[in-house]
């Protein structure tokens, strides 16, 4: 409620949706709470945002790397944003990543952290986020390391458009590029209107006449195209031009996968346990009030502040005491917060008797003895 802001009747209504969507996802209440929170932090509206905490746990819960509700969050916020996609979208981004990792020699952990390092960039070059999933498939299929092939897709991004890891441009470098691939490769870069085109559609073009070029112009080509350092990651996308292809495929079509994978989570030990601990936590959302938590509190902090001033017996009989007339009414809250109001007042009753009776002294018994 510190970033929603709430009613406590608007609260308690959200509790319950949070925790019919943790049992319909098979995680609990409290998951569905905490990523709603992550997303509201985020900017988005608490209706928005317990949307796609549902996305971000089906999320987590097909994937085999993501192990925290915060870090599922976090991606799909990045990935959204890198994209500009809508809160409606959240869930085919799960349903891509799924359907290519299923289908493709790439975990779904590896294509997350792909898109959320460079989704960004790529989509700043007009590269669609299927195109960007098929460019990270195709360089890990050869490199296993995505974090190597984020940082080369990056670099490659930026010379094409004549910009150093930097961030700033580099002196000639863009018309020379130009130059290049139009002689070397017959490959336009930029459109007819002047525009630097995608970075998926112009190395979608070197694939394709890759084969023809020699060696030298091949080394020529994409050196310059890529850096030295980076240039086995542009390699490896036209060597697997293939996998680019298929995950493209695999992501455009991939509508309901990461649901279907859900229901095989469902059935699993874990989503059956998930789905019980969800239930205890409900039932104690629903049995224990704050109000009574909070009389408890105030109970157990006055006999803190007397117990040292009235003994340990005399405070263990009034807490007795307090908790037989505590149990013995139905109202839990109501009478824990009075009660703890009211051990707390005769607490502080107990603490000034000392000042009292020293009062009383000087203003009573002292004159009559005097007298």
């Known amino acids: 409620n510190k970033v929603a802001d709430l009613s406590s009747s608007q609260l308690d209504k959200f509790i319950d949706r949070a925790f019919e969507a943790g049992e319909a996802l098979g995680r609990t209440g409290t998951e569905v709470i905490q990523a709603t929170a992550i997303f509201k932090q985020a900017g988005y509206s608490v209706e928005e945002s317990l949307n796609l905490s549902k996305s971000a746990l089906v999320m987590k819960n097909v994937s085999e790397n993501i192990e925290s509700t915060a870090a599922a969050a976090s991606d799909l916020i990045a990935v959204m944003k890198g994209f500009d996609l809508a809160v409606a979208d959240s869930m085919s981004i799960v349903d891509m990543i799924n359907n290519v990792s299923n289908n493709l020699p790439i975990s779904f952990g590896a294509i997350d952290e792909g898109l959320t390092r460079i989704s960004g960039t790529l989509a700043q070059t007009g590269t669609s986020i299927q195109e960007t999933i098929g460019l990270i498939t195709g ?16 670099q490659i991004s930026q010379r094409l458009r004549g910009i150093g890891t930097d961030g700033e441009a580099i002196d000639g470098l863009a018309p020379k590029l130009q130059s290049m691939f139009k002689e070397i490769a017959g490959i336009d870069i930029s459109d007819t209107n002047g525009e630097l ?30 850096g030295t350092r980076q240039v086995t990651v542009l ?36 989503g059956k346990t998930n789905r019980l601990a969800s239930s205890f936590q409900m039932l104690a959302s629903n049995t224990i009030e704050s109000g009574a938590i909070k009389g408890l509190i105030d109970f157990a902090n006055a006999l803190v502040q007397v117990s040292d001033k009235i003994g340990p017996l005399q405070t263990a009989l009034l807490a007795i005491t307090g908790f037989t007339t505590l149990f013995s009414n139905g109202k839990l809250a109501g009478t824990v917060a009075s009660l703890g109001k009211s051990f707390l007042n005769m607490g502080k009753t107990f603490l000034m008797l000392p000042k009292t009776i020293k009062q009383s002294n000087e203003n009573f018994i002292a004159p009559m003895q005097a007298g």
């Open 139 to 154: 360089g890990f299929a050869s490199l296993r390391n995505v974090e190597k092939v984020s940082s080369g897709l990056i």
């Open 197 to 226: 085109r995608s970075t998926f559609d112009i190395l979608s073009d070197l694939a394709k006449v890759s084969d023809d070029l020699n060696s030298k112009e091949r080394q020529l080509l994409f050196q310059a195209a890529s």
């Open 235 to 270: 390699n490896s996308i036209v060597q697997n031009w293939d996998d680019v292809s298929k995950a493209i495929d695999k992501a455009t079509n991939s509508t309901g996968s990461a649901m279907k994978e859900n229901e095989k989570f469902l059935d699993s030990i874990q």
